[in-house]
Structure formats: C-alpha cells, structure tokens
C-alpha cells in the first residue's frame, strides 16, 4: 500500500515538474496557495518523503515488488 501511494505521489510530483519546465507553471502552489503555503509545503514534503520511500524500490528483487501489490 505505502508503495502504490508513493508511486502516485511520485507521479504527481514529475507531472507538476513537467508543467514547470514546459509551461512554467505550477500546478501545486497554484492549488494550495502558493509555495509558501502550509498545505503546498505539506504536499512538497510528501513528495520528497515518497521519493526517498521509492528508492528503495530499486533494491528490491522485481517478485517482492509484484507480492507486495497482490
């Protein structure tokens, strides 16, 4: 479960990076505020949490990995 949130959270981070670097913008400051905003800190710190969470992904054999989800 904390891998599959992770995941999405990663994803959500890279989609907002994307939008950042193509149209300069940012979804998430947008949303919740601005980047000084509590709640968009909050988000950014979860997305950093889950980054360091999903490294470890790359050390794990791929059938943990696909138990893990069943």
Same mark, same amino acid.
Request: aromatic residues 16%.
């Given at each position: 479960m904390l891998d599959r949130l992770s995941l999405i959270l990663i994803i959500i981070g890279a989609l907002n990076w994307g939008s950042v670097g193509i149209f300069k913008f940012d979804f998430v400051?947008? &949303?919740?505020?601005?980047?000084g905003a509590t709640f968009s800190r909050i988000?950014?710190?979860? &997305?950093?949490?889950a980054g360091i969470w999903c490294i470890s992904l790359l050390f794990r054999s791929r059938n943990t990995v696909l138990d893990d989800d069943i």
């Amino acid at each position: 479960m904390l891998d599959r949130l992770s995941l999405i959270l990663i994803i959500i981070g890279a989609l907002n990076w994307g939008s950042v670097g193509i149209f300069k913008f940012d979804f998430v400051s947008w &949303i919740f505020g601005g980047q000084g905003a509590t709640f968009s800190r909050i988000f950014y710190t979860l &997305i950093g949490l889950a980054g360091i969470w999903c490294i470890s992904l790359l050390f794990r054999s791929r059938n943990t990995v696909l138990d893990d989800d069943i």
